[in-house]
T-cell receptor, first 111, second 113 residues
Framework: EDQVTQSPEALRLQEGESSSLNCSYT??????LFWYRQDPGKGPEFLFT???AGEEKEKERLKATLTKKESFLHITAPKPEDSATYLC????????????FGAGTRLAVHP | DADVTQTPRNRITKTGKRIMLECSQT?????MYWYRQDPGLGLRLIYY???????NKGEISDGYSVSRQAQAKFSLSLESAIPNQTALYFC????????????FGPGTRLTVL
C-alpha cells in the first residue's frame, strides 16, 4: 500500500534559521513526488514535482531533493512569510494521477 | 479571478440533510478531483473524473456521490449528511499528460451538526 509520512509534525524556527522537512514514502513505482504549500483557510499551492532519485529543484529559499525512500524540503534563511503547512504527496505507477498525501508539517517562522 | 472556484465556502447543516458542493474551473483541464482534509490525516481522495463521461471512486467514497456536468464543473453531494463528514473539502484539477500537478480550489468548510 502506498504511504507517505512527514516529519516533524510541527517546526518552529527563528527568522534566518535554516532547516529541513522530511517526507518518507513507500510506493510501487514512483511516477512523481509533489510538494505543496498550504496557508490557513486556503487550498494547497503547488511548489515542486520530483521524478527520480538525485533530482533537485529550487524556488527562492526552498530546495526539494529526492532519494529512493524520502524527499527533503530544505528551507534556507527562512522569513516569517514562509510560515505555512507543507504537504508532500506521491503518485505511484498505478496512480492514474491519484495522489497519496502526507499529513503535512506546520512551519512557523518567528522574527 | 481564481482558476478553481468552490461554492459555498462555508456551510453548516444538520444530520440527514442533503448537501451539494460545487466546483468550477477555468484552467481547461480534463481531470477533476474531490478531496477531504481532516486534522492529522492529510488529504484523502473521495472521487475523481478524467473526462465528462468518466467517474471513479477514490479511497473514501462511501456516503458521497458526484456529478460531472461539464468539463469545467464537478459537484460533490452528501445524500444524507452525518457528523463525521465534518471536514474541509477541496476540489482540484489537472491536465491530462504533462507534469501531473494538481491545482486546488480554496476549499469548503462543512460542519454537520
Amino acid at each position: 500500500e502506498d504511504q507517505v509520512t512527514q516529519s516533524p509534525e510541527a517546526l518552529r524556527l527563528q527568522e534566518g534559521e535554516s532547516s529541513s522537512l522530511n517526507c518518507s514514502y513507500t510506493v510501487s513505482g514512483l511516477r512523481g513526488l509533489f510538494w505543496y504549500r498550504q496557508d490557513p483557510g486556503k487550498g494547497p499551492e503547488f511548489l515542486f514535482t520530483l521524478y527520480s532519485a538525485g533530482e533537485e529543484k529550487e524556488k527562492e529559499r526552498l530546495k526539494a531533493t529526492l532519494t529512493k525512500k524520502e524527499s527533503f524540503l530544505h528551507i534556507t534563511a527562512p522569513k516569517p512569510e514562509d510560515s505555512a503547512t507543507y504537504l508532500c504527496a506521491v503518485q505511484g505507477a498505478g496512480g492514474y494521477n491519484k495522489l497519496i498525501f502526507g499529513a503535512g508539517t506546520r512551519l512557523a517562522v518567528h522574527p | 479571478d481564481a482558476d478553481v472556484t468552490q461554492t459555498p465556502r462555508n456551510r453548516i447543516t444538520k444530520t440527514g440533510k442533503r448537501i451539494m458542493l460545487e466546483c468550477s474551473q477555468t484552467k481547461g483541464h480534463d481531470r477533476m478531483y474531490w478531496y477531504r482534509q481532516d486534522p492529522g490525516l492529510g488529504l484523502r481522495l473521495i472521487y475523481y473524473s478524467f473526462d465528462v463521461k468518466d467517474i471513479n471512486k477514490g479511497e473514501i467514497s462511501d456516503g458521497y456521490s458526484v456529478s460531472r456536468q461539464a468539463q469545467a464543473k464537478f459537484s460533490l453531494s452528501l445524500e444524507s449528511a452525518i457528523p463525521n463528514q465534518t471536514a474541509l473539502y477541496f476540489c482540484a484539477t489537472s491536465a491530462s499528460g504533462g507534469d501531473n500537478e494538481q491545482f486546488f480550489g480554496p476549499g469548503t468548510r462543512l460542519t454537520v451538526l
